[in-house]
């Protein structure tokens, strides 16, 4: 491997989205709680909800905060970074940027404030105006981010001109062949995240006995919630695993492990595929399931890795293991929400220390899980930036290795420090729990106080 | 040729947006260390706790549009200017934490203080740099060359520390408006301070940039640009006269005053900056009408911006709106 500027500068870019990605993941459903929650709140006046608003409020802030920084590197780091690639697509994918800004980022932005201080300085009515508000901005900004990570995927709707996309089609464009089953699966990915860190942070209240009835309240919901969502993703997550094969046939053959074209494949449990004899090793499989799974056909075909030059195909090993990471999770939280639901029917949600055990441990799988689909996605869409048009290696900017090399470092050490103070302050946050003060608004000061305003 | 020129100026007006209202922001990061009570720097941040973030979108909004409208700009420019744009981004991120993070530590630890005013400094610092070095353009011709240290001359440095001083005048008016009592009393100095250096400085670069660039010479001296351009500089030191007499009399029926003479004051010297670089986006090398995207996009995202824009200015001006007054005191959050 040559450490070059196209290496750092994507193991730069894979590492600050990644590192991105993780907060808007908790966020887009932790808005979606809270608009839930301060609903309830104004339907039942019930002070508990109330303070499940206030409490989660303060955990999606200390998010947002760090989503926000993280976020705004990206903007620019496509140019920095990619600036062959930004050239080329500029006519597609900076407009559907721009529409993401003007739709979306304003409009969180805008009500973040409203929706953080602005529980004693608008009335409760306009308070959940903009919490709604937040959580549709939330929505919109991954709408517009998957559309153009999906046309990286499935471009359409374009014609190449003088090695410069134009669209011809904006339609097609913004709804590309892969997107509306992708942006589904990210929103149930962040959905899905979100209720099991509800739940483990419930959980782990309800094993010390803290804020019982508090915490029930949250567990309750996110349990019941996560069998509607887990559910939902298991068949999201099917729809998406059909249109890879349809349209990346050789994503779905690294994900599966696939060497040579076939029908009525299996599906390995285990491997380790060996790009360099070009087939895997210490297969464990389930006959026909890999056929079953991408073409819901027992004898359908599928294509071999080998159909390409060996510099045509993604790195196998990761694509492959990255893949198995999100699927195995996916079925544990399947399993989890529904042993959920058996214990409730059963009426005793509540009577299991085990299973509040289970829901800790599990509670941050979410991030892993969502990290490694995204890893499978982007990993298995390589060698290509835009799927089958345009190499990666042909994208990036041209700039001094040392460059990238400080940038590189800055990068590192300063998500490092951010990361660990985040965790820091979520757990302090987590550990001091929703207050007597957050119950009783009138207890609760805001943040500062104004003079001179009637 | 209408369509370039619209984009042109929606960008040129998010930057300014994002000078302005991330400015002053950035200015009470930069006052930081003068000012040494946990309580004022408390209420100094609380002035910008709910708009921060709303404030910094345009920056984002600047960098979107550029890429949407000037592809070609966005993927030579940033590069280009890839330390001063990456030093700039971590520093905004050190910045950007510290709002939440400084309400999370105990014992009143100052650490993201620190990182409140390095961030804010570094941030105003680099925006300088890459104005400074988008005066002196990256030669006349493409390819730029992206290794060079072009961004870091005797004239970037300046105009970074020009920055510096602009935004700690911003933040200072604004604090005047925001603030009672001691700190305000305060604020007037820093005001009146950052004022006069923001003068001296403001004449050196005027004086320095035309030797810069010939083009910029001819564009301000020659017949009869003279005579148009001629107003420009004299209405800044007008507005300049104008700001040190509202600073020094401290009108208490206007203490916006200040602020809204500042915004006069960086609208002309944005004005100047365009008109010297006026028709170029990679200056002096490549025109808006070069680098512009095709006909289709430029439409497609203007109708956007036209639909979506005033009510994003709509409901930023009420966010503004909810949390004016001027902040007292503050509380554990």
């Known amino acids: 491997m040559i450490i070059n500027t196209l290496l750092l500068s994507r193991i730069q870019f894979g590492f600050t ?55 705004i590197v990206l903007s620019y780091e496509l140019g920095t970074n990619f600036g062959l690639f930004t050239n080329a697509v500029g006519g597609v994918l900076g407009s559907l940027f721009a529409y993401e800004v003007l739709s979306a980022f304003f409009l969180e932005a805008g009500f973040l404030g409203v929706m953080l201080f602005g529980w004693d300085k608008v009335s409760p009515k306009l308070h959940y105006c903009a919490t709604l508000l937040v959580m549709i901005g939330t929505t919109i900004s991954a709408f517009w981010i998957m559309s153009a990570n999906s046309w990286m995927q499935t471009p359409a709707g ?56 508090f915490a029930r309240r949250c567990f309750s919901f996110a349990i019941g919630a996560a069998i509607v969502v887990t559910v939902l993703q298991l068949f999201i997550g099917d729809a998406v695993g059909l249109e890879v094969n349809k349209n990346q046939p050789l994503k779905t053959a690294a994900m599966e492990g696939i060497w040579n074209t076939g029908k009525a494949l299996p599906f390995l449990v285990f491997a380790i595929p060996d790009p360099e004899q070009e087939k895997n090793l210490y297969e464990i499989k389930i006959p026909y399931m890999a056929s079953l799974i991408n073409t819901h056909h027992f004898d359908g075909e599928l294509i071999g890795l080998k159909s390409v030059s060996p510099n045509d195909r993604p790195i196998v090993v990761t694509v492959f293991f990255a893949f198995r990471i999100m699927v195995g999770l996916g079925i544990l939280f399947f399993l989890t929400a529904l042993c959920g639901l058996w214990l409730r029917l059963r009426g005793q949600l509540y009577n299991h220390n085990w299973f509040y055990r289970l829901c800790l441990l599990i509670s941050p799988l979410g991030f892993i899980s969502s990290l490694a689909g995204w890893i499978t996605a982007e990993s298995g869409r390589q060698p290509w930036v835009i799927y089958n048009l345009m190499r990666t290696a042909d994208g990036a900017s041209i700039v001094a290795l040392h460059q990238v090399v400080i ?48 | 040729m209408l369509l370039i020129l619209v984009w042109a100026i929606v960008i040129s007006f998010a930057i300014f947006m994002y000078v302005l209202l991330d400015g002053f922001d950035l200015g009470i990061g930069i006052l930081f260390p003068w000012i040494k009570s946990h309580q004022e720097r ?36 940033l590069p280009a200017l890839y330390l001063p744009l990456i030093l700039m981004l971590v520093a905004l991120i050190f910045r950007g934490i510290a709002f939440e993070f400084r309400f999370r530590v105990k014992n009143k630890s100052r650490i993201w203080d620190i990182s409140f005013a ?90 320095w940039t035309p030797f810069i660039e010939p083009s910029i010479m001819t564009r301000w001296f020659s017949l009869p640009n003279i005579f148009y351009l001629a107003p420009l500089p004299v209405l800044s030191g007008a507005t300049l006269i104008y700001n040190f007499y509202s600073l020094n009399k401290r009108n208490v029926q206007n203490e916006r005053l200040p602020f809204l003479l500042t915004t006069l004051l960086f609208i002309f010297s944005y004005l100047g900056f365009c008109i010297s670089d006026w028709p170029y986006i990679i ?46 005191q503050t509380h554990e959050y």
């Open chain 1, 158 to 213: 374009y014609a190449l001109v003088a090695g410069k996309y134009i669209v011809t089609n904006w339609w097609e464009v913004v709804f590309n062949p892969s997107f509306i089953p992708r942006y589904l699966h990210m929103i149930l990915a962040s959905y899905v995240t979100t209720c099991f860190v509800i739940a483990g942070i419930a959980a782990w209240y309800l094993l010390k006995q803290r804020h019982v009835d």
């Open chain 1, 407 to 454: 940038s590189l470092i800055l990068f590192f050490l300063a998500y490092g420090v951010v990361f660990i103070f985040y965790l820091i302050y979520l757990f302090r946050l987590i550990n001091e729990g929703p207050t007597e003060a957050t119950i009783d608004t009138a207890m609760q000061p805001p943040p500062f106080t104004y003079l001179g305003k009637n």
């Open chain 2, 42 to 77: 408390d209420i100094m941040i609380s002035t910008i706790l709910p708009v921060w973030d709303g404030n910094e979108t345009w920056l984002v909004f600047g960098g979107a549009s550029l890429y949407a409208a000037f592809p070609l700009a966005y993927s030579t420019l």
């Open chain 2, 283 to 328: 200056p002096h090398a490549v025109t808006l009408w070069d680098a512009a995207s095709p006909p289709s996009s430029l439409k497609f995202t203007i109708v956007g911006v036209i639909i979506l824009l005033p009510f994003l200015l709509g409901y930023t001006f009420y966010s503004y709106h909810v949390f004016r007054g001027k902040v007292t």
């Open chain 1, 17 to 71: 989205i990644g590192f991105h990605i993780l907060f808007p993941t908790l966020n887009i459903g932790m808005a979606m709680f809270l608009s839930i929650m301060e609903g309830v709140w104004l339907k039942t006046r019930d002070p508990v909800y109330k303070a499940i608003c206030r409490f989660w409020t303060t955990v999606f802030a200390l998010t947002f905060g760090v989503g926000v920084v993280s976020g």
């Open chain 2, 118 to 207: 390095a961030g804010s400094i570094t941030a105003a610092f680099s925006q300088g740099l890459i104005v400074g070095t988008f005066v002196q353009g990256f030669g006349h011709s493409l390819p730029v060359n992206a290794s060079a240290y072009s961004w870091f001359t005797p004239f970037s440095v300046m105009t970074g520390i020009a920055v510096i001083i602009g935004y700690a005048l911003l933040g200072s008016s604004w604090l005047i408006i925001q603030t009672v009592g001691e700190l305000q009393e305060r604020m007037y100095r820093i005001a009146k301070r950052s004022l006069i250096a923001l003068t001296v400085m403001l004449i050196i670069v005027s004086l």
